[in-house]
């Protein structure tokens, strides 16, 4: 057996009976208690799912399994020759809570390789859908359209036990996982490149594959899509991506209809698609103004943006309170390798001037960025132009965090989600 299920195996029981303890003798204490302007207000701040793959500090920012940004930036195992960290081996952290070794990681590798293959009909159908169709569409519609593949489905038919639930998961999981890179890419050069695909290297790694694939050749790039997957995995499940993802598999549904649902809520403009919003503003304003704007410059166009009732995408969070560390992440990035890219550099000063404007306009809560602003440009400066792409590189890299979650959800047997709702009429008689 493969040494992530096999250590799967042997930390399961014991995390079981650890909930089990924690709800047998916590059970009834309050952790949260919710208010109308919450009920009517996005549920922001309610505390009512437990995500031990990974935890939000409004001022910290994410940390996975306890490890900050800069922490597994050193720890966890990278490519040879790479300074990110290897995606797949931040998945086995998600899941195991453990930094995999070398070896653990090649085992793993090997295993992801071996599923790596899409069926032909996925193609096929991509291929049938009008040309301007949005890539997340297709994107969305790709995953769902393997739902037959679903393993977990088929031992559910033959009455698996619940205790056993989390085993089909996972290897459904490791499946779809094993086939995003390509269908990702084969999205991108069927869309912008007429159709002239590039075949997987056997010899890279899941994230080097997917640069590869997407026919980028600096060494760089490489790295920048380990770290960009990393980067965007997990944010505790209380976003729109991971909570529909959670929600939508408690019904017993499969990877593929989660993961499919999860990239619906993903594609939404506040959410991932924030990516491609953030560099479409940016470019519209450096063409406007001719070139790289002045701080000056930025703060009228800021003004503008607000002032028409739009929001400034890449800033704002509904958790965060501070400059994003996967911002952070992606800026060191962009100043060891293209410090001088104008487009980069109006990342840069818009950063300088944003927050202090988002701040006197007084609406924001949070006026700083957060990962959406830095992602696009970094894209763009390796020559993938094309905005509408964006939010598929999120989506290949939440499903890392989304399916970590999902293995935990059916290992820990957690039931189907319901919370209550009530009227607006009950509220004015009874609260
Ligand atoms: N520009 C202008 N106004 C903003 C703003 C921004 N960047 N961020 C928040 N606001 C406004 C909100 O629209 C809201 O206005 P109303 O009261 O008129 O509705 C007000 O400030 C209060 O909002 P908030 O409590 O600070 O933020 P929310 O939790 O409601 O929303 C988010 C969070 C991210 C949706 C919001 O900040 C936003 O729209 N940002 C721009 C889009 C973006 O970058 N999204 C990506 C987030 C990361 C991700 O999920 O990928």
């Given at each position: 057996m493969a040494k992530l299920k096999e250590r799967l195996q042997g930390i399961i029981p014991e995390e079981r009976e650890r909930v089990r303890k924690v709800v047998t003798e916590k059970g009834e204490k309050v952790i949260s208690q919710v208010t109308v302007k919450q009920a009517y207000g996005g549920m922001r701040g309610v505390k009512c799912l437990v995500c031990d793959t990974s935890s939000l500090d409004p001022e910290e920012g994410i940390s996975f399994r306890g490890y900050t940004i800069p922490q597994l930036m050193e720890r966890l195992p990278k490519a040879p020759k790479g300074d990110s960290p290897l995606p797949e081996a931040h998945w086995w952290l998600l899941l195991t809570g453990e930094l995999p070794t070398e070896e653990e990681v090649k085992d793993f590798q090997e295993e992801l390789k071996s599923r790596m293959i899409v069926p032909q009909y996925v193609f096929k159908m991509l291929d049938a859908m009008p040309e301007d169709t949005h890539p997340m569409t297709m994107f969305s519609a790709a995953v769902l359209s393997m739902q037959g593949e679903s393993l977990f489905v088929k031992r559910y038919n033959e009455r698996m036990k619940r205790g056993y639930y989390w085993e089909p998961m996972y290897e459904d999981s490791l499946n779809l996982l094993a086939k995003l890179p390509q269908i990702g890419a084969r999205i991108y050069r069927m869309k912008y490149k007429g159709g002239s695909y590039i075949q997987p290297d056997p010899d890279l790694d899941w994230g080097g594959n997917f640069a590869h694939m997407m026919g980028v050749e600096k060494p760089e790039y490489k790295d920048l899509m380990r770290l960009y997957f990393f980067l965007h995995?997990?944010?505790?499940?209380?976003n729109v991506s991971a909570h529909t993802g959670h929600l939508v598999a408690s019904?017993?549904?499969?990877v593929y209809y989660s993961i499919s649902a999860a990239i619906n809520g993903l594609a939404g403009p506040l959410h991932g698609l924030a990516n491609q919003m953030c560099l479409k503003w940016i470019m519209e304003m450096m063409e406007k103004l001719g070139g790289v704007p002045t701080k000056e410059q930025i703060e009228k166009y800021a003004w503008d943006t607000l002032n028409s009732g739009q929001v400034i995408p890449g800033y704002g969070h509904a958790v965060l309170r501070k400059t994003d560390p996967r911002f952070v992440a992606q800026h060191e990035f962009a100043m060891r390798y293209c410090p001088d890219d104008p487009i980069v550099k109006t990342v840069t000063n818009v950063y300088e001037v944003v927050p202090a404007i988002l701040q006197k306009h007084g609406k924001a809560k949070n006026p700083w960025p957060n990962v959406d602003a830095h992602s696009g440009c970094l894209q763009y400066h390796y020559g993938i132009r094309e905005f509408d792409f964006y939010t598929v590189f999120f989506g290949i890299g939440r499903a890392l965090g989304i399916t970590a979650e999902l293995v935990w959800d059916r290992a820990l047997m957690l039931p189907i989600e319901r919370p209550k709702s009530v009227t607006t009429k009950w509220i004015e008689e009874e609260a």
């Open positions: 995995s997990d944010h505790e499940s209380g019904a017993l549904s499969d």
